[in-house]
Nanobody, 124 residues
């Protein structure tokens, strides 16, 4: 059984930084493609950043230059969040796919396994 456990969320002031982590366990193939999504209550999840085991990355436009996705070549994926602003406030979810993605890597329906989420709150 695949499990994804996020950590690293919290409350910061505008301009601050956070580093989210996600540990994947269970199925080696579930690490082929990992991503971070965000969700506001009542709205659909939105893709933020994606990375596959070849190191190929995709970012949402709003994330480019401020958010950096990486992995440790083992079972953990990270999201370094810099220059945070109140619009970044949301629940952030880690997710994984059994296939490597190079197109549509920020579409929710490409992913199979999801974590429980970690809250990021940015105050002005």
């Amino acid at each position: 059984q695949v499990q994804l456990v996020e950590s690293g969320g919290g409350s910061v002031e505008s301009g601050g930084s956070l580093r989210l982590s996600c540990v994947v366990s269970g199925n080696t193939y579930a690490r082929y493609n990992m991503a971070w999504f965000r969700q506001t209550p009542g709205k659909r999840r939105e893709g933020v950043a994606s990375i596959n085991t070849d190191g190929w990355k995709e970012y949402a436009i709003a994330a480019e230059g401020r958010l950096i996705i990486s992995h440790d070549n083992a079972n953990t994926v990270f999201l370094q969040m810099n220059i945070l602003n109140p619009e970044d406030t949301d629940m952030y979810y880690c997710t994984s796919s059994l296939v490597r993605l190079r197109i549509e890597a920020l579409k929710e329906n490409k992913y199979t396994y999801w974590g429980q989420g970690t809250q990021v709150t940015v105050s002005s």
